[in-house]
């Protein structure tokens, strides 16, 4: 066996350090692992930004007639609720852990363009700082967007809304996206140029290939909201026409480049979350995936079906049969691949010794949280019944199951899997526990019951409601709820300050991994390897460690 | 395993081009459309911005002459082609403006019609790339007339070249659908 050489960034591109200290150290850091941490922390405070709002409207939401929040308020806060998560939480996050994975993972230096890295980092970060920064406008008109996260014409145009909070929208989002798109580049430009001597792409670790392919999508469509942002803007700063239906423009136009981003952006959002898992579950299982291929190809799949079924947020719009037809196939089609994916984790989980770890309870209860999402999301691809529930809370609760049942719970697994890795400590598993299961009762304690709210008629993006039967009860369990999975979150936090002061030092390889990230000290020098062990399959550390049932010999005595 | 620069800037293309067809079916979708007033076949002069484009086209065979020069470590052909090809460009700005000003002369804004919104956003949006590319060639000559070849990387001058091309094919499409649609309708 030989050692083989680091591919990283010439000594041009590679900064100086020492130059700086404190502070000024990770201002000017264009370090990947900095980065990936400064992505981490700066989304999860947008998280607690977030996660506020949507206190204040449970808050106002959990009796009928409540008078809490004004109308207005209440309009601005859900606004801000759904695109802070979507752009400020959820994508961030993932991108962060990418960006401090995957260099390691593929045995490199660092990303392909480290000071394109920062500045993707920096513009996401001022983008968000734009967005908030419309609460501080004043007036009769001021304060933040009230249009909702997507943002339907003509609601948006000035006529409606007269104040600058749209145009902070468009601009913070304008950031945030150019953020992601460079982002995006560099990540794929790093899989595909960076990799170890021996990393072919067949070998590559699963959330490395799920980060390529959201790479791919974000490559794709993050351009075309990009381009639907400006022509919004150009109408409301500049007075042009495109999306106001009063002198000819088309507000439906507004909805096809929305969603045509909007759904290739919610598999941008679940991709990587897949990758958490394919990487989790085979660890804590003690058995390799099973069906790399499949999960690898399924993915594909996914990404190509993802851009053929944004219609399915346009039903109601009145398209015609045969598009509505189209595009409820394609949505039922693109189940498939992601059907069969969960049949891999089961399957690997399946005779293996599983150790029920917090991130492995957090990859389990993704799998049943995830699975009744992507079913109510079937239920949605029939056009008739989406006629039926369109725009009511059964929406809320099928989007909430996949982005915080699926993507957030995985998460919280990523958390838990690779923070010994990045603070060179574990975390606590006793406060891991409680925090699993606060959120594990209180998220399904405020959502499933909104499949039923919203079965029951009660429409969403409404500040209160009269006391109908059921509604008064079923809106008190949910806030309930709520405020059960903050008191998760601040556990979570707890658990984090008390573990990166005090918890048990973690080593180099605290779970027993596989995978190149694990071959290096805990956190990992700057230059993240002294030497990358020789990749020969798609477990290298197994292979060190087993040199007489490598996974080579394994595979051929199974023939 | 890919050049890296080369790459990046392939991906970054790839995106652009996304923005360009959004911006294009915007275009294409109203132009189908029965209106009143300013439209492409009663605003527009084809051959004038035919002979300004020509111009364009010719810079991304300039740019060719440029990079092979390049290759073969020639500097004067090197500061030569890439003159040319920054001058074709400035040319075809310089003819983007005229058009602009006759445009507005007549009354013809972003906010007349529907023809004015998607015609200024979508040409002023390549005349940015146009200008983003001519400072990126500016560089590359400045660069190269100052020093050694040596001094410039072969994946960096390569990288400059295919956004460049990459601007030229956009144009291609462009006049394509806004100059030539109404004479082929």
């Not at chain 1, 009269?466 to 008191?487: D, H, K, Q, R, Y």
């Not at chain 2, 090197?78 to 445009?103: D, H, K, M, N, P």
Request: proline share 5%; aromatic share 14%; net charge neutral.
């Amino acid at each position: 066996m030989k050692d083989a050489a680091i591919p990283g960034p010439t000594a041009i591109e590679s900064f100086e350090q020492e130059a700086h200290e404190g502070w000024l150290a990770w201002v000017s850091s264009v370090d990947h692992k900095q980065l990936g941490i400064m992505y981490l922390l700066g989304a999860f405070v947008f998280f607690l930004v977030g996660g506020v709002l949507a206190l204040l409207m449970r808050i106002q939401l959990a009796v009928p007639n409540n008078h809490f929040l004004t109308p207005q308020m209440y309009n601005q806060i859900f606004t801000m609720h759904g695109t802070t998560m979507i752009f400020l939480v959820v994508v961030p996050l993932l991108v962060g852990m990418a960006t401090y994975m995957v260099p390691l993972m593929i045995g490199a230096r660092d990303m392909a363009f480290p000071r394109l890295n920062a500045l993707s980092f920096w513009v996401q970060i001022f983008g968000g700082i734009m967005l908030y920064f419309s609460f501080a406008t004043s007036g009769i008109n001021g304060g933040a967007p009230a249009v909702g996260w997507f943002a339907y014409a003509p609601l948006t145009e000035t006529a409606y809304s007269y104040g600058p909070g749209v145009n902070y929208w468009i601009l913070g989002l304008l950031g945030i996206g150019v953020g992601t798109l460079t982002a995006g580049i560099n990540l794929m430009t790093t899989i595909l140029t960076m990799r170890a001597p021996g990393m072919h792409i067949r070998r590559l670790p699963l959330f490395v290939w799920m980060t390529l392919v959201t790479g791919f999508l974000i490559v794709t469509v993050m351009p075309i909201l990009n381009a639907g942002l400006v022509m919004l803007l150009a109408d409301r700063l500049l007075n042009a026409h495109f999306f106001r239906a009063d002198t000819g423009g088309s507000a439906v136009l507004w909805q096809h480049v929305f969603w045509a981003f909007g759904h290739p952006e919610v598999y941008i959002m679940v991709l990587p979350a897949f990758g958490i898992i394919s990487e989790v579950i085979p660890v804590f299982s003690g058995k390799p995936i099973y069906g790399y291929e499949v999960v690898a190809a399924s993915t594909l799949a996914i990404a190509f079906l993802s851009m053929l079924v944004w219609a399915h947020h346009m039903f109601a719009v009145g398209l015609g049969h045969t598009f509505d037809i189209f595009f409820a196939l394609c949505s039922m089609a693109i189940a498939v691949p992601t059907g069969i994916k969960i049949f891999n984790w089961t399957a690997t989980m399946y005779q293996g010794r599983v150790r029920f770890t917090t991130a492995m309870l957090y990859a389990v209860s993704f799998l049943l949280m995830f699975t009744i999402g992507g079913l109510s999301g079937i239920a949605f691809a029939v056009a008739p019944i989406d006629w039926q529930l369109t725009d009511s809370y059964f929406v809320v609760a099928h989007f909430h199951y996949v982005l915080f049942g699926g993507t957030a719970l995985a998460l919280f697994a990523g958390v838990y899997y690779w923070f010994p890795k990045m603070s060179g400590r574990m975390l606590d598993e006793r406060w891991g526990k409680v925090q699993f299961w606060l959120t594990f009762i209180g998220f399904n304690l405020t959502f499933m019951i909104q499949h039923v709210l919203g079965m029951f008629g009660m429409p969403r993006r409404v500040f209160t409601y009269p006391p109908l039967p059921g509604w008064e009860a079923m809106n008190m369990i949910s806030t309930i709820g709520a405020f059960v999975l903050a008191l998760a979150v601040l556990v979570l936090m707890i658990n984090i300050v008390i573990s990166l002061r005090s918890g048990e030092i973690a080593g180099d390889n605290p779970w027993s991994a596989w995978t190149l990230e694990w071959a290096t000290t805990s956190p990992p020098p700057p230059e993240n390897f002294t030497r990358v062990p020789p990749v020969n399959g798609r477990r290298p550390l197994w292979d060190l460690a087993h040199p007489d049932r490598t996974d080579e010999m394994l595979a051929r005595a199974a023939g | 395993m890919p050049d890296k620069n080369k790459l990046g800037v392939g991906l970054f293309l790839f995106s652009e081009a996304w923005f360009f067809v959004t911006l294009l079916i915007a275009y294409a979708y109203f132009h189908s459309l029965p209106a009143n007033g300013p439209s492409a076949g009663n605003s527009l002069n084809v051959l004038h911005t035919l002979i300004f484009s020509i111009c364009l086209f010719a810079s991304s065979a300039t740019i060719h002459m440029a990079a092979r020069s390049f290759e073969r470590g020639e500097r004067t052909g090197v500061t030569g082609w890439l003159s040319v090809t920054v001058a074709l460009g400035a040319i075809f700005l310089f003819g983007q403006a005229r058009e602009y000003i006759g445009l507005f002369a007549h009354g013809v804004t972003i906010s007349t019609n529907l023809f004015g919104s998607t015609f200024f956003t979508l040409t002023g949006f390549h005349g940015l790339h146009v200008f983003g590319g001519l400072i990126a060639l500016s560089t590359l000559l400045g660069v190269t007339m100052d020093g050694q070849l040596g001094e410039v990387k072969p994946s960096g001058f390569e990288s400059i070249a295919i956004y460049w091309h990459f601007v030229d094919a956009v144009w291609v499409v462009i006049f394509a659908v806004v100059y030539l649609w109404p004479l082929v309708a």
